[in-house]
């Protein structure tokens, strides 16, 4: 733990230690810290450091950068002065690492950087190690040290540090390394150049380091590079500095590269939101309704085929590139899933919920979706789209990039427009430079064409469904979480969402041709009416929908009457005579032939005891149904009913039933089914809420009191002077001592455990501090801190 740090954080007021939280709420997740010290030891874990440098712009990481190249803890003055520009062009962005508690100020005024910085930066400026790590280096003796000495003139004597202060002295001198280069071997200079400014590590051919009179073999021998594999050679930190010269200055980029803007009608912008939306809408419903129908087969290697795409796609009337993006989202929303019983991709239980939301809700569960997948769907490898659903080895880094990408096009005032792809690459580089640059360049036209189709980019620029979107970043999820992201109920979005579908059409145009158009994006409401009592033809500026008596006996099959297909037609326009007549006429002749399904078929000689078979009260599960004086049907499948009537003393036979014609029943899949008139089956409970963020000014309020009642001191302590396992053993009487050894380490070394109270209140503890005789201890099932008297506590269970 870094004293340093924890010195810093006693020194903040309640608003920058707020900041600090708000910007790592990792280090306020449950169960929340309630020390400086541990708040301290959270902040400067290694991973964490390395989620914040990702998510940081260029500025800060060339701050990092040169802290770590001068050394020790430099001042705001000297980092300057490294950099080549004023101290007040550094503060502000200091203040970003102060922000995120990657670097903090001392009472000197220096900085300290976050140990785990150097351990994720090893060539910061594409600079290597210092020169001391190589010849510390196990590989090199003391008289190795000698021996680079002798062939630099220098004193031999003293020990190895001393050698090693002699060999940095002159080694990373401006002047005395450039009277010594003067010395060497035709193009040595080109050789060290080449480490200076492209290294530090280089491959090299390993004979040439063993040859007299080679650069390599002279710069080796006087410690200017140093060879840490046959065919690898790296040069110390102050080596490069000193090639570099006096006048080299550390990069810094305060202000993000020029981003040339076009002009954009921002009602031609909303507009194409209000098209894209429902649309979006529309087909996503369209495709999971044919993988409804269709399972959709995997490829061995995983991933759905491109025939399957394409057939999807002419199915559906979707465009090949909705396809792939509507089918990818949908497997992240959950909306669809691998059945193996099925064969293939098929909608789930989610699905028959989404399609019972609202229109802006079922909108916000893709947007959420595609803001967390892994996928970049319309991203061409080599001319070509990748399978869809296929495996992604750079899957989180494209989730970051397509963040990074709206985000960037988020700071583009409305009604601006980015005038070039490449441009605005390189503006995204700049807010996230760890990203891989040459990804970053591929996935880039793919993601802007991805968010066209979803509404929230058009004509180069956010609309306002995309600016909603863009703002959250920080709670967009992880695709492989089962929870609702907190994105799907943001308020903002809830309204953005609302308006972009207020525009489509609820109403039609019935011809008396049989045709129903809708001149605009209909709604996803007038659409399923529409799907489901005819045939569409045509879409785009507008759709076009054909009745004909297929199609409205398949609406009848669906459940629907005459009448109710009438009427909910004519809510949505004037319905001309003919098609009246063909509703009805197909209404009358519908029903004229009926099939049941049956599970098995009884049959007997005697039609008593059929009647009486079908009487029988015991018997009433089974559904039994007579079909004729010796036959009766049975809902059950053949071993259930014959258990059943043998329970009621009866003795059937099973019977081969080659050459007769049953219709059995498919078995139940489980899922809803929603029937035209709205009537449902139960739902299952709905998803579980993402956890809401923590409050890090709550938090801040927290630490504060805390530390000001000295409660931050070292943990293990009651009354700073009675240890752990002796308050333990004396108060917690009902524990034996194994249980009590192991309650000991909750509190000492923060282990989970399962407490049972006296009177049976279980709870899952860790975390754990003494005070005043009770256990006071982070409990998962109540989420927040409770204290447990421990005379109370009669069972220990480790988890």
């Not at 007040?88 to 922000?99: G, H, K, Q, T």
């Not at 495996?391 to 427009?417: C, M, N």
């Not at 009358?588 to 005697?606: F, L, N, P, Y």
């Amino acid at each position: 733990m870094d004293d340093h740090l924890i010195g810093w954080l006693t020194t903040l007021d309640e608003d920058r230690l707020a900041r600090v939280l708000a910007n790592r709420p990792d280090a306020i997740a449950a169960p929340w810290p309630r020390r400086l010290d541990a708040l301290a030891q959270r902040l400067g874990n290694s991973f964490a450091i390395m989620e914040v440098m990702r998510g940081l712009p260029l500025p800060p990481l060339e701050l990092l950068q040169a802290c770590l190249v001068i050394g020790g803890r430099p001042t705001e003055d000297e980092l300057a002065r490294f950099l080549g520009v004023s101290t007040s062009e550094v503060i502000p962005w200091l203040d970003r690492l102060y922000d995120h508690a990657v670097a903090w100020p001392g009472p000197d005024g220096r900085i300290t950087l976050a140990g785990a910085v150097a351990r994720w930066w090893t060539a910061p400026c594409g600079l290597g190690e210092p020169l001391g790590a190589y010849l510390d280096s196990w590989m090199l003796n003391t008289e190795g040290l000698r021996r680079i000495c002798r062939t630099l003139d220098l004193p031999v004597q003293g020990g190895k540090r001393q050698i090693t202060a002699k060999l940095t002295a002159l080694l990373g001198d401006t002047e005395r390394l450039g009277a010594l280069i003067r010395e060497a071997p035709e193009g040595t200079m080109e050789m060290l150049d080449g480490f200076a400014w492209d290294g530090p590590v280089r491959s090299v051919d390993g004979n040439r380091f063993i040859t007299p009179g080679t650069p390599e073999k002279w710069a080796l021998d006087r410690g200017l590079i140093f060879r840490t594999q046959w065919d690898v050679a790296e040069m110390p930190r102050e080596v490069a500095l000193a090639l570099r010269g006096p006048d080299y200055h550390g990069a810094f980029t305060p202000y993000p590269p020029d981003l040339a803007m076009t002009e954009v009608d921002p009602g031609a912008v909303e507009h194409a939101m209000s098209l894209a939306a429902p649309h979006v809408l529309d087909r996503a419903a369209a495709l999971l309704e044919n993988a409804d129908k269709t399972p959709l087969p995997l490829l061995k290697n995983g991933g759905v085929g491109v025939r399957e795409v394409k057939r999807v796609a002419k199915e559906t009337g979707c465009s090949e590139e909705e396809t792939r993006l509507l089918l990818e989202v949908s497997t992240v929303a959950r909306l669809i899933a691998l059945d193996d019983d099925a064969g293939g991709l098929v909608p789930t239980e989610r699905f028959d919920a989404w399609r019972l939301e609202d229109a802006p809700a079922r909108l916000r569960v893709l947007l959420s979706a595609w803001w967390r997948m892994e996928r970049a769907s319309l991203r061409r490898v080599q001319g070509r789209y990748p399978a869809v659903l296929g495996d992604d080895p750079a899957g989180e880094t494209i989730a970051r990039i397509r963040r990074a990408v709206i985000g960037a096009l988020a700071e583009i005032p409305e009604g601006k427009g980015f005038a070039t792809l490449q441009e605005l690459v390189q503006s995204v580089h700049w807010r996230a430079p760890l990203l891989d640059r040459q990804l970053l360049a591929d996935c880039t036209p793919g993601i802007l064409e991805e968010a066209r189709l979803l509404g929230l980019c058009a004509h180069d620029t956010l609309t306002e469904l995309g600016r909603a979107l863009s703002a959250l970043a920080s709670v967009a999820g992880d695709e492989s979480d089962d929870t609702v992201p907190e994105v799907e109920h943001d308020p903002v979005l809830v309204k953005c969402s609302t308006r972009a579908l207020a525009s489509a059409q609820r109403t039609a145009l019935f011809g008396g041709d049989l045709t129903a158009v809708v001149t605009g994006p209909p709604s996803v409401e007038l659409a399923s009416l529409l799907d489901r009592a005819a045939d569409r033809e045509s879409q785009g500026a507008a759709s076009v929908w054909r009745f004909s008596a297929a199609s409205v006996r398949r609406a009848l099959d669906g459940g629907e009457t005459a009448d109710s297909l009438l009427a909910a037609l004519a809510e949505v326009g004037t319905l001309p005579q003919p098609l009246t007549y063909l509703i009805r006429d197909a209404a009358r002749r519908h029903g004229e032939v009926t099939v049941s399904a049956v599970g098995c078929i009884i049959q007997g000689s005697d039609p008593a005891l059929l009647a009486e078979i079908a009487a029988h009260r015991r018997l009433a599960k089974l559904g039994l149904r007579l079909l004729a004086p010796t036959v009766l049907a049975s809902a059950a499948q053949a071993t259930p009913t014959l258990a059943a009537l043998r329970e009621a003393g009866y003795a059937p036979v099973p019977v081969d039933d080659t050459g007769e014609i049953t219709i059995r029943r498919e078995p139940s899949s489980g899922r809803l089914i929603l029937l035209p008139g709205g009537r449902v089956a139960e739902l299952d409970p709905p998803a579980t809420l993402v956890e809401p963020p923590p409050d890090p000014r709550e938090h801040a309020k927290r630490l504060l009191v805390s530390a000001g009642s000295g409660r931050s001191g070292e943990k293990g302590q009651t009354t700073q002077t009675v240890q752990t396992w002796a308050v333990i053993g004396r108060m917690a009487t009902r524990l034996p001592t194994a249980q009590q050894s192991l309650l000991g380490f909750v509190v000492d070394r923060d282990v989970r455990a399962l407490i049972t109270l006296s009177d049976g209140v279980t709870a899952t503890v860790s975390h754990g501090e003494l005070r005043s005789g009770v256990l006071d201890a982070w409990c998962e099932e109540a989420g927040d801190y409770l204290e447990f008297p421990l005379n109370e506590i009669a069972s220990v269970t480790s988890m």
